[in-house]
């Protein structure tokens, strides 16, 4: 599947990369794959945009929020903690608000680990 044959495949293969980057970054101690996934959700970002898949991007987003504050958390960077915080949060959000409870209560879930990380990291 080639990105200008089948743009919103070739997006929804990008996620589907990510989310399995991310679960194997999350197993392991480094950040490599973890930066991986966020090259790859980017990837689908591209063109899983608001207007046109508001819910996919926001779930996509808030993974890329996720692998942000696993790295953020490894590394201790304290600006990063509070991009993945915000991505997570608006994720939470536009899920939520679009009726897609099961997506809003994984992000909700990740909400006060990703607080934590953000307070810990800025001294709060």
């Known amino acids: 599947m080639t ?7 070739w997006a929804g293969a990008q996620d589907s990369l990510g989310d399995a980057l ?4 999350e197993r392991e101690g480094g950040t490599a ?6 090259v790859a959700y980017r990837a689908a970002l591209e ?11 926001a779930a996509t987003f808030g993974n890329q929020g996720v692998a942000m504050m696993l790295i953020a958390g490894r590394t201790h ?3 990063l903690a ?3 915080l915000q991505q997570i949060q608006t ?7 679009g009726g897609q409870q099961h997506w809003a209560a994984e992000f909700e879930a990740r909400l ?3 607080q934590a990380i953000r307070d810990r990291l800025q001294g709060r």
């Open 3 to 9: 990105h200008e044959r089948n743009p919103v495949g």
């Open 22 to 25: 991310r679960a194997w970054g």
């Open 33 to 38: 794959r973890l930066e991986e996934a966020i």
């Open 47 to 57: 063109e899983r945009t608001r207007e046109r898949v508001p819910l996919n991007r």
């Open 77 to 79: 960077d304290g600006a």
């Open 82 to 84: 509070a991009a993945a």
């Open 91 to 97: 994720a939470y959000e536009t899920e939520r608000s």
């Open 112 to 114: 006060p680990k990703a």
